[in-house]
């Protein structure tokens, strides 16, 4: 090859792949910078050296070069269907010889890597060594890509275990060796400066840089028998965890022990508190379980599942969702969340909803509300399931559950496996409680922590009448008590200030409420019976739609011009263009500010009826 052969003079030394590794992974960090580079990146170079230090054949051929520099998918699809054409008739096995077609074509990039970043040479046949590997890596990827298209392909690459990735990784992987070349070529040339190239072991896998799967296939005996210990592994399910998930779930389930881990639970028992009332106990219990999920030792598998009992109206739902608003603020991502409603589940057939009707039933071909949902959680390291009242659906409801819970798995209507093992499932009931309510405590139990035991027991008893043991067992049961008075003034704080704040920020308008009128709230708002359900929905009617209509009454402006603003947000939303959200939010808020000659809004109640007294002059311009 005249001077495009010329190499210089290096003393072939043996070397073990851990040390060349090793080596590898100190070049890596001295020449990657910011660019990190892992493990499967650092296992390619370690077989580029050792595999093209040993390759005796010139693997620049004519052939192979023109493949790389004028790709021809079509050229390949016809040469695929030719051999598979053979393969009918009986001309012998000629899958592996498909297999081999991308291989012919990585082993270029493999070799120009070698050859420009660790010998240091520029040019082989006239092309550049650093273009020819680019190009070759990302050719390999596009042929490999192309026969995966083919179904007869895919069976055989997965059946014979060819790939030393999954068949999508596989692609990707290559397509990144493409475009990461300049790197590589900067870390092997580390080594090439530290000392002379590294030589394995004389095996077939090493003489074959490309198909170490294969090689080890072909040079390998029958298998030796997994020793004892690895059987009862698996049946513990202790044995490589990650093989059973796809890519995108193994990421995520790394990426949610992560993130528990870093999630400071103190802070976070402290912020449920504060939301959601008088359930110390509950919350306690819910971020004792989280630490399992922080510490790395629940089961990546299977979805953890909490049933929420207690009265109505006491928070169960509120817990719920304040969970999910505190691990998206504090995680910064969408956290996916379905609710379903038990008292819509009453018939078996409604089953339906969730997973998709039969084949031959009415909207058979429409996908159930499950699958939809599957769609977007599989893309979030959590999401949430909430069933309410599921002491009211059919019992049908908890068995098609069970299954999730057991594998995080289940088989919508049209066959396709649905993972949710990334899901906290979450079920509430007020089973037993709206018996016990109404009846007090038998003599002797004055106290309440005893009173509180005796109603627990009772309702423990209700629940294992009604539900099934093979519910409850999959479970982890929560109790949720009774709110007092007390609690439900804190609830009204909470949610008057909700709605204040909100007035504060939008109309620079404070509110005002008097002690009559907050008695008159909770009054309307609060029963033993019905706890706290019904005063968020007074609070907004007195405290929000009441004062809402007062404030547009009393609104000096003059109509402004909107279609601009209507008309710029429309342009932004379609054509995605970039904007800065505290400018605009300035703009929308200073087309929908009020301009009131008053500075502050008294609610108050007098003679059966609440008022609202405007105090302070003043305004928003």
């Not at 040469?79 to 074509?105: A, K, T």
């Not at 990546?300 to 109206?313: D, I």
Request: proline share 5%; glycine share 6%; charged share 30%.
């Amino acid at each position: 090859m005249g001077e495009d052969a010329s190499r210089p003079d290096r003393t072939i030394e043996p070397l073990d792949l851990e040390t060349v590794e090793a080596r590898l992974r100190v070049a890596a960090k001295l020449r990657s910078g910011a660019q990190a580079v892992d493990g499967l990146e650092v296992q390619h170079l370690a077989r580029v050296l050792t595999g093209c230090s040993l390759l005796l054949s010139d693997v620049y051929s004519e052939g192979r070069i023109a493949r790389i520099m004028q790709a021809d998918r079509t050229l390949l699809s016809s040469l695929v269907g030719h051999l598979i054409e053979e393969q009918r008739r009986g001309f012998g096995e000629v899958f592996y010889r498909i297999r081999r077609l991308p291989d012919d074509v990585r082993v270029v990039g493999d070799k120009a890597l070698f050859d420009y970043g660790f010998l240091g040479l520029r040019r082989v046949k006239g092309y550049e060594l650093d273009d020819l590997g680019a190009r070759a890596y990302r050719a390999a990827g596009e042929a490999l890509e192309m026969l995966a298209e083919d179904r007869r392909l895919r069976a055989f690459f997965r059946e014979n275990k060819l790939l030393m990735l999954p068949l999508e990784d596989e692609v990707g992987f290559l397509r990144q060796c493409a475009d990461r070349f300049p790197l590589y070529a900067d870390i092997l040339r580390e080594i090439g400066v530290d000392g002379p190239p590294p030589r394995a072991a004389l095996d077939l896998s090493t003489r074959v840089p490309l198909m170490a799967a294969v090689a080890e296939a072909v040079a390998t005996a029958p298998e030796r028998p997994a020793p004892a210990e690895d059987y009862v592994a698996a049946a513990r399910g202790d044995a490589d965890r990650g093989s059973l998930f796809s890519r995108e779930q193994l990421l995520s389930a790394y990426e949610r022990m992560v993130l528990f881990a870093a999630l400071d639970m103190d802070h976070l028992r402290e912020a449920l508190e504060a939301t959601v009332v008088d359930q110390q106990p509950a919350v306690v219990a819910l971020c004792d379980e989280f630490t399992l999920c922080a510490s790395g030792t629940r089961d990546l598998r299977k979805p953890p599942g909490y049933f929420l009992v207690g009265p109505t109206g006491v928070g169960k739902n509120h817990l719920v969702e304040s969970l999910q608003r505190i691990l998206e603020g504090i995680w910064q991502i969408e956290i996916p969340m379905l609710s379903i409603e038990g008292p819509n589940f009453t018939y078996p057939s409604d089953i339906n909803e969730l997973r998709g009707a039969t084949r031959g039933f009415i909207r058979s071909d429409e996908e159930g509300i499950l699958a939809a949902f599957h769609e977007r959680a599989a893309k979030a390291p959590v999401s949430i399931i909430l069933v309410d009242e599921v002491e009211k659906a059919h019992a049908q409801l908890r068995t098609f559950f069970l299954s999730i819970l057991d594998r995080g798995t289940t088989t919508d209507n049209r066959g396709r496996v649905l993972n949710l093992a990334n899901a906290i499932v979450f079920f509430t009931s007020n089973l037993g409680y709206s018996d016990v309510q109404s009846r007090s405590a038998p003599i002797g139990y004055g106290e309440e922590d005893a009173r509180r035991a005796y109603v627990d027991s009772d309702v423990r008893a209700d629940i294992r009448r009604a539900l099934s043991p093979e519910f409850m067992n999959r479970v982890r049961m929560i109790h949720f008590g009774r709110l007092s008075s007390e609690s439900a003034e804190r609830i009204l704080d909470l949610e008057f200030a909700r709605i204040a704040r909100r007035y504060r920020e939008v109309h620079d308008l404070e509110l005002l409420l008097d002690p009559a009128a907050r008695r008159e709230l909770l009054a309307r708002g609060f029963s033993p019976g019905l706890g706290a359900r019904r005063l968020a929905t007074t609070l907004e009617s007195v405290c929000n739609v009441a004062i809402s209509q007062r404030i547009r009454r009393d609104d000096k402006r003059l109509p402004p011009d909107r279609d601009a603003l209507v008309q710029r947000l429309r342009a932004l939303r379609d054509e995605a263009r970039i904007f800065d959200p505290n400018e605009l939010r300035r703009e929308v808020l200073g087309h929908v500010r009020a301009r009131l000659d008053y500075r502050s809004l008294r609610i108050a109640y007098r003679d059966g009826a609440f008022s609202y007294e405007p105090e302070g002059a003043g305004g928003c311009a």
